[in-house]
């Protein structure tokens, strides 16, 4: 399975900021990549050491960062690496979500949830319809629709009538990660999940 390390991801939004604008400090990299300001300074030191990027210090508050050959290159290598581990994570979600749905719909369920409404979400709606399930409710709390279906906030799941939940979220440091569920989401018997580990459920 192709992978590509969180870093690296971290890593690659650096180079892609720099590549538009010089202008970079620990604070607006941390900001960018929701990491540590601690994370952000580790990052851009090792990747000036390596060659990545050149640093110009304007003066104590100002430091402008600028790609290097080598650091051109590595942009499109991470570019390749993620875009091959995009597209995994697509076929092995088609894969597993249609699974699911066929799981339900062997089970006698008809009427279902999911929760979220991002990539995951719209990937799994396909297994949804190719199995004739009927997607009764959405739960997210960051959009409004998916798909003509009105969202529901995530705070109303413990009313959700629904015969089954699936679990259309996932942990973006590590997507592949088993039974993901948000913190402030408490697990029931209706939750499915696309990427389960039977024993850790």
């Not at 192709?2 to 538009?20: D, F, R, T, Y």
């Not at 640093?55 to 600028?66: C, I, P, Q």
């Amino acid at each position: 399975m192709s992978q590509i390390e969180k870093h690296e991801l971290l890593q690659l939004e650096i180079l892609k900021h720099v590549e538009h604008s010089p202008e970079l400090n620990n604070r607006l990299a941390a900001a960018k990549l929701g990491c540590s300001v601690k994370l952000a300074h580790e990052l851009l030191k090792k990747m000036v050491e390596r060659g990545f990027l050149h640093v110009n210090k304007l003066n104590s508050r100002r430091w402008d960062y600028f790609l290097t050959s080598g650091g051109i290159a590595e942009k499109a290598r991470l570019t390749y690496e993620f875009i091959d581990f995009s597209m995994h994570f697509y076929n092995e979600a088609r894969k597993q979500s249609s699974q699911v749905c066929k799981d339900i719909a062997d089970s006698g369920k008809k009427n279902v949830a999911i929760l979220g409404c991002g990539d995951l979400a719209e990937i799994t709606y396909l297994g949804i319809k190719e199995w004739n399930l009927d997607l009764a409710e959405v739960f997210a709390d960051d959009k409004h629709s998916f798909l003509g279906h009105k969202i529901k906030p995530t705070n109303e799941l413990t009313n959700s009538c629904s015969d089954a939940l699936i679990i259309c979220v996932y942990d973006a440091k590590n997507p592949l990660k088993s039974n993901y569920l948000p913190e402030n989401i408490k697990r029931t018997e209706k939750m499915f999940w696309i990427f389960k580990n039977e024993n850790n459920a």
